[in-house]
């Protein structure tokens, strides 16, 4: 079966834009989560969706948000993009049920300029 | 508050040497435990989880870990280390109960050497 695929895998801003990255999970993966991966921060927990509702949420400012369709693809938008946005952004669906397996897409590297 | 620690950033191995990766966690119930791998560029791939049961947990591509309640450790373990086995590790904590975030470790860098 396909797995996770981000869209794109690539991108490249300058400062005060805005952006959006697109996740979609293998089929029948409801949750979809995103995370943050920086060298100095290592991966944080942006957000997560269930059923198009945000259920989890991390210690994010406002300028990242985040949408989930019905058919569970869903998107991040970050505005007024700053420097240190400057990150690979990653999604997980997550398998319900016992084990919280995520999978996990192979990410879209941001670049603020 | 959830929490993983990984204590080592970086860890060198020989080709062929056994390899452990320190995991300490913090939770106050029993956690669901990960560990993930990722190559440079990719996405995380799961090598094995543990939510009950026996405390010796098997993975793939030869990893196991144990868990130790006592210790509050899920420490990664493999007999005979590949090169191919180079790649950044992380320790990650999850909430039983189906849809809590994951908390993730800061990752170890293993460099295999010839």
């Known amino acids: 079966k396909a797995g996770v695929t981000q869209t794109p895998r690539y991108l490249i801003k300058t400062r005060g834009q805005q952006v959006t990255l697109s996740c979609s999970p293998i089929s029948g993966h409801r949750s979809v989560s995103w995370y943050q991966q920086t060298p100095g921060q290592g991966l944080q927990f942006l957000f997560e969706y269930f059923s198009e509702t945000q259920r989890n949420k991390g210690n994010f400012p406002g300028r990242f948000s985040g949408r989930q369709f019905s058919n569970s693809r869903s998107e991040m938008n970050v505005s007024t993009l700053e420097l240190g946005d400057s990150a690979l952004y990653l999604c997980?669906?997550?398998?319900?049920?016992?084990?919280?397996?995520?999978?996990f897409g192979p990410g879209t590297r941001l670049t603020v300029l | 508050a959830q929490s993983v620690t990984q204590p080592d950033i970086h860890i060198t191995v020989s080709e062929g040497a056994s390899l452990e990766l320190r995991c300490n966690y913090s939770?106050?119930?029993?956690?669901?435990l990960f560990w993930y791998v990722q190559s440079p560029g990719q996405g995380l791939q799961l090598l094995l989880k543990y939510f009950s049961g026996d405390t010796l947990v098997q993975g793939i591509k030869g990893f196991e870990a144990e868990f130790k309640r006592s210790q509050s450790s899920f420490n990664l373990r493999k007999p005979s280390v590949h090169w191919s086995d180079a790649a950044e590790y992380f320790c990650a904590v999850g909430a039983i109960g189906g849809y809590q975030k994951v908390t993730f470790g800061t990752g170890t860098k293993l460099q295999v050497i010839p």
């Open positions: 997980a669906g997550l398998l319900a049920g016992l084990g919280n397996e995520q999978f």
């Open positions: 939770y106050g119930a029993t956690p669901y």
